[in-house]
């Protein structure tokens, strides 16, 4: 596709429940992101995939968190026995380079609300 | 780690009028600053960045200025228009790095 693509745009669930967000990146992009986006706040950095492996999740907030993307294109978050703090906008990013350093094209977001 | 203050918050300006947004980090091993435009329901995108080795980089009614001995940057729009409405980031990272560090975000309104 011309974007990088977010499903669903947004998602209400209940306490403790187990949900998943689904990327579809820019064609040819090798590298993905995800970041999370709290009300009012810039985006936080969670893991960056470069081809298939996790190469850094350093920003995932703790074990219920855990993200996969088996054949190098679309990548999927899980997230665990959500929290009321889960609830933020997910985004994410995909770039030709690996680097930062030239910019990311973003999606435009999964808003996960937890109630 | 790196981390990155954005002010102000909040900015309302008059249309026609310039908006000047200011961030200030914290690495001073970091070299890469882009600035991103966020409209509402729609996830961030890229509308200038600017590498250390420049001090000023200008694209139409956009500039960006940047000083790496006191660590600011800055986001400049002249001649703002209604569709300049939106919330604006900055970010920084290092050479080589995947992640970017952001701001906390300004929501700049261009009142008709």
């Known amino acids: 596709g011309a974007g990088v693509s977010q499903t669903p745009s947004n998602k209400v669930t209940e306490k403790g429940k187990y949900v998943e967000l689904r990327c579809d990146p820019i064609?040819?992009?090798?590298?993905l992101y995800w970041y999370r986006q709290s009300l009012g706040q810039g985006p936080e950095f969670l893991i960056y995939f470069q081809g298939t492996g996790a190469a850094d999740d350093s920003g995932l907030p703790n074990d219920r968190f855990f993200a996969v993307r088996p054949e190098g294109s679309v990548s999927t978050l899980k997230i665990q026995r959500t929290e009321r703090g889960d609830s933020a906008v997910y985004l994410c990013a995909s770039s030709l380079t690996g680097t930062a350093n030239y910019g990311y094209t973003f999606g435009s977001g999964t808003r996960l609300t937890v109630v | 780690g790196e981390n990155v203050e954005q002010h102000p918050s909040t900015l309302s300006v008059q249309e026609g009028d310039s908006a000047v947004i200011k961030c200030t980090y914290s690495?001073?091993?970091?070299?890469?600053f882009p600035w991103y435009k966020q409209e509402l329901g729609k996830g961030p995108q890229l509308i200038i960045d600017?590498?250390?080795?420049?001090g000023e980089k200008k694209d139409q009614r956009i500039a960006v200025t940047l000083n790496k001995t006191a660590k600011h940057f800055s986001l400049h729009i002249t001649e703002t228009q209604p569709e300049d409405s939106a919330v604006y980031f900055c970010?920084?990272?290092?050479?080589?790095?995947?992640?970017?560090?952001f701001g906390q975000g300004t929501r700049l309104t261009i009142n008709p």
């Open positions: 064609s040819g992009h090798t590298a």
């Open positions: 600017i590498r250390s080795n420049v």
């Open positions: 970010a920084a990272s290092r050479e080589g790095a995947q992640k970017l560090v």
């Open positions: 690495d001073s091993a970091s070299n890469y």
